[in-house]
Protein backbone atom coordinates (compact mmCIF):
# COMPACT_ATOMS: atom_id res chain seq x y z
CA UNK A 1 0.00 0.00 0.00
CA UNK A 2 1.72 2.82 -0.98
CA UNK A 3 2.03 5.77 1.19
CA UNK A 4 2.27 9.85 1.02
CA UNK A 5 6.10 10.30 1.66
CA UNK A 6 7.89 12.70 4.40
CA UNK A 7 8.83 14.66 1.36
CA UNK A 8 5.52 15.21 0.21
CA UNK A 9 4.57 17.14 3.54
CA UNK A 10 7.86 18.91 4.31
CA UNK A 11 7.03 20.79 1.22
CA UNK A 12 5.52 24.35 1.39
CA UNK A 13 2.21 24.23 3.69
CA UNK A 14 -0.21 25.93 0.72
CA UNK A 15 0.89 23.48 -1.81
CA UNK A 16 0.72 20.87 0.82
CA UNK A 17 -2.60 22.08 1.45
CA UNK A 18 -4.36 22.00 -2.19
CA UNK A 19 -1.74 18.99 -3.26
CA UNK A 20 -4.05 17.26 -0.32
CA UNK A 21 -7.11 17.12 -1.93
CA UNK A 22 -8.42 13.94 -3.68
CA UNK A 23 -6.13 12.07 -1.43
CA UNK A 24 -7.06 9.36 0.54
CA UNK A 25 -6.77 9.27 4.68
CA UNK A 26 -6.62 5.47 5.98
CA UNK A 27 -7.10 4.73 9.77
CA UNK A 28 -6.73 1.31 10.90
CA UNK A 29 -8.84 0.47 13.75
CA UNK A 30 -7.92 -2.70 15.17
CA UNK A 31 -8.35 -5.40 12.14
CA UNK A 32 -10.42 -2.60 9.88
CA UNK A 33 -9.22 0.22 7.76
CA UNK A 34 -11.48 3.34 7.57
CA UNK A 35 -11.01 5.75 4.84
CA UNK A 36 -11.91 8.62 3.23
CA UNK A 37 -11.23 10.97 0.27
CA UNK A 38 -9.73 14.46 1.79
CA UNK A 39 -12.05 17.15 0.08
CA UNK A 40 -11.57 19.99 2.03
CA UNK A 41 -8.39 21.46 3.86
CA UNK A 42 -6.99 24.94 5.38
CA UNK A 43 -3.43 26.27 5.68
CA UNK A 44 -1.68 27.42 9.04
CA UNK A 45 1.73 28.74 8.96
CA UNK A 46 3.08 29.68 12.52
CA UNK A 47 5.57 32.57 11.15
CA UNK A 48 3.52 34.56 9.46
CA UNK A 49 -0.12 33.29 10.79
CA UNK A 50 -1.90 34.87 13.84
CA UNK A 51 -4.69 32.21 13.88
CA UNK A 52 -1.91 29.55 13.97
CA UNK A 53 -1.69 28.23 17.40
CA UNK A 54 2.22 28.54 17.12
CA UNK A 55 2.09 32.23 15.54
CA UNK A 56 5.35 33.68 16.51
CA UNK A 57 7.62 30.35 17.18
CA UNK A 58 5.27 30.30 20.24
CA UNK A 59 6.36 27.07 22.19
CA UNK A 60 3.88 25.33 24.62
CA UNK A 61 3.07 22.06 25.77
CA UNK A 62 -0.28 22.27 23.29
CA UNK A 63 1.84 23.37 20.29
CA UNK A 64 4.93 21.40 20.80
CA UNK A 65 3.88 19.27 17.78
CA UNK A 66 3.41 21.66 15.39
CA UNK A 67 7.46 21.73 15.32
CA UNK A 68 8.07 17.84 14.86
CA UNK A 69 9.12 16.11 11.55
CA UNK A 70 6.78 16.73 8.23
CA UNK A 71 4.37 14.14 8.25
CA UNK A 72 3.64 13.97 12.12
CA UNK A 73 -0.14 14.04 12.99
CA UNK A 74 -1.62 17.42 15.66
CA UNK A 75 -4.32 16.88 17.33
CA UNK A 76 -6.35 18.93 19.72
CA UNK A 77 -8.96 19.70 20.90
CA UNK A 78 -11.24 22.89 20.90
CA UNK A 79 -14.63 23.80 22.81
CA UNK A 80 -13.43 20.74 25.16
CA UNK A 81 -15.72 18.76 22.52
CA UNK A 82 -14.52 18.23 18.85
CA UNK A 83 -11.29 16.93 18.04
CA UNK A 84 -9.21 18.44 15.26
CA UNK A 85 -6.57 15.88 12.95
CA UNK A 86 -3.84 18.33 11.42
CA UNK A 87 -0.84 16.96 9.29
CA UNK A 88 2.48 18.69 10.35
CA UNK A 89 4.43 20.12 7.03
CA UNK A 90 7.74 21.97 6.05
CA UNK A 91 10.97 21.23 7.94
CA UNK A 92 11.38 20.36 11.19
CA UNK A 93 11.37 23.45 13.67
CA UNK A 94 8.72 24.84 11.56
CA UNK A 95 5.79 25.25 13.09
CA UNK A 96 3.19 24.84 9.89
CA UNK A 97 0.13 22.17 9.55
CA UNK A 98 -2.69 21.73 7.28
CA UNK A 99 -6.40 21.11 9.55
CA UNK A 100 -8.17 18.57 7.73
CA UNK A 101 -11.89 20.07 7.14
CA UNK A 102 -14.17 17.32 5.38
CA UNK A 103 -13.53 13.70 3.67
CA UNK A 104 -16.12 11.52 1.69
CA UNK A 105 -16.12 7.82 3.21
CA UNK A 106 -14.32 5.60 1.17
CA UNK A 107 -14.44 2.44 3.02
CA UNK A 108 -15.69 1.57 6.54
CA UNK A 109 -19.00 3.19 6.57
CA UNK A 110 -20.78 0.78 8.81
CA UNK A 111 -17.81 1.23 11.58
CA UNK A 112 -17.53 5.16 10.95
CA UNK A 113 -21.43 5.51 11.20
CA UNK A 114 -21.54 4.06 14.35
CA UNK A 115 -18.34 6.01 15.61
CA UNK A 116 -20.75 9.27 14.70
CA UNK A 117 -23.97 8.58 15.20
CA UNK A 118 -24.33 5.80 17.65
CA UNK A 119 -27.55 3.37 17.02
CA UNK A 120 -29.80 6.44 15.43
CA UNK A 121 -30.55 5.30 12.05
CA UNK A 122 -28.50 7.18 9.40
CA UNK A 123 -30.67 9.44 7.51
CA UNK A 124 -30.23 11.62 4.36
CA UNK A 125 -29.39 14.73 6.87
CA UNK A 126 -26.59 12.91 8.70
CA UNK A 127 -25.55 11.35 5.26
CA UNK A 128 -25.24 14.75 4.06
CA UNK A 129 -23.50 15.98 7.16
CA UNK A 130 -21.82 12.92 7.80
CA UNK A 131 -17.72 14.22 7.48
CA UNK A 132 -18.29 17.83 6.78
CA UNK A 133 -16.21 19.10 9.83
CA UNK A 134 -13.11 18.46 11.79
CA UNK A 135 -14.55 17.37 14.39
CA UNK A 136 -17.05 14.89 12.75
CA UNK A 137 -14.13 13.41 10.55
CA UNK A 138 -12.37 12.63 14.06
CA UNK A 139 -15.04 11.13 15.93
CA UNK A 140 -15.66 9.01 12.84
CA UNK A 141 -11.54 7.88 13.00
CA UNK A 142 -11.77 7.62 16.41
CA UNK A 143 -9.41 10.45 16.52
CA UNK A 144 -8.48 12.11 19.97
CA UNK A 145 -5.69 13.47 21.93
CA UNK A 146 -4.13 10.00 22.22
CA UNK A 147 -3.04 9.40 18.48
CA UNK A 148 -1.54 13.06 18.50
CA UNK A 149 2.28 12.90 17.19
CA UNK A 150 1.53 9.90 15.29
CA UNK A 151 3.99 9.57 12.19
CA UNK A 152 1.97 9.62 9.35
CA UNK A 153 4.24 7.30 7.66
CA UNK A 154 3.04 4.78 9.48
CA UNK A 155 0.85 1.94 9.83
CA UNK A 156 -2.31 3.41 12.23
CA UNK A 157 -2.76 6.65 10.14
CA UNK A 158 -1.31 7.31 6.52
CA UNK A 159 -2.47 8.82 3.39
CA UNK A 160 -2.10 7.44 -0.65
CA UNK A 161 -2.93 8.72 -3.60
CA UNK A 162 -5.19 6.56 -4.86
CA UNK A 163 -7.90 4.35 -3.49
CA UNK A 164 -6.35 1.58 -5.93
CA UNK A 165 -2.99 1.84 -3.01
CA UNK A 166 -5.44 0.22 -0.75
CA UNK A 167 -7.52 -2.46 -2.89
CA UNK A 168 -10.53 -0.49 -3.19
CA UNK A 169 -12.54 0.48 -6.53
CA UNK A 170 -11.56 3.58 -7.83
CA UNK A 171 -13.20 6.55 -6.46
CA UNK A 172 -16.17 8.37 -9.13
CA UNK A 173 -14.08 11.55 -9.20
CA UNK A 174 -16.84 13.89 -10.97
CA UNK A 175 -15.15 15.27 -14.84
CA UNK A 176 -15.76 18.75 -13.97
CA UNK A 177 -14.37 19.01 -10.54
CA UNK A 178 -12.20 22.04 -8.96
CA UNK A 179 -10.28 23.80 -6.38
CA UNK A 180 -12.33 27.11 -4.76
CA UNK A 181 -9.99 29.06 -2.36
CA UNK A 182 -11.40 31.39 0.56
CA UNK A 183 -10.84 32.72 3.83
CA UNK A 184 -10.75 30.19 6.37
CA UNK A 185 -13.76 29.05 9.33
CA UNK A 186 -13.38 30.35 12.77
CA UNK A 187 -10.37 32.56 12.68
CA UNK A 188 -12.27 36.15 13.19
CA UNK A 189 -9.89 36.36 16.50
CA UNK A 190 -6.71 36.58 13.75
CA UNK A 191 -6.50 40.06 12.89
CA UNK A 192 -5.70 40.23 9.14
CA UNK A 193 -4.82 36.85 8.79
CA UNK A 194 -8.69 35.83 8.88
CA UNK A 195 -8.72 36.72 5.03
CA UNK A 196 -6.24 34.72 4.14
CA UNK A 197 -7.31 32.49 1.31
CA UNK A 198 -6.14 29.61 2.66
CA UNK A 199 -9.06 27.34 2.82
CA UNK A 200 -9.24 24.80 -0.56
CA UNK A 201 -11.76 22.74 -1.25
CA UNK A 202 -13.31 20.52 -4.00
CA UNK A 203 -16.38 21.27 -5.99
Known amino acids: MARLSREFYAQDTLEVARALLGKVLVRRLGDELLAGRIVETEAYVGRRDKACHAYGYRRTARTETLFSQPGT ?3 YLIYGMYHCLNFVTEPEGEPAAVLLRALEPLAGMETMTRLRYGDKPLTAYRRKNFL ?6 CRALALTRAENGLDLTGDTLFLCDDPEDMGLPPFPVPAEETVVTGPRIGVDYAEEARDFPWRFRLM
Open 73 to 75: AYI
Open 132 to 137: NGPGKV
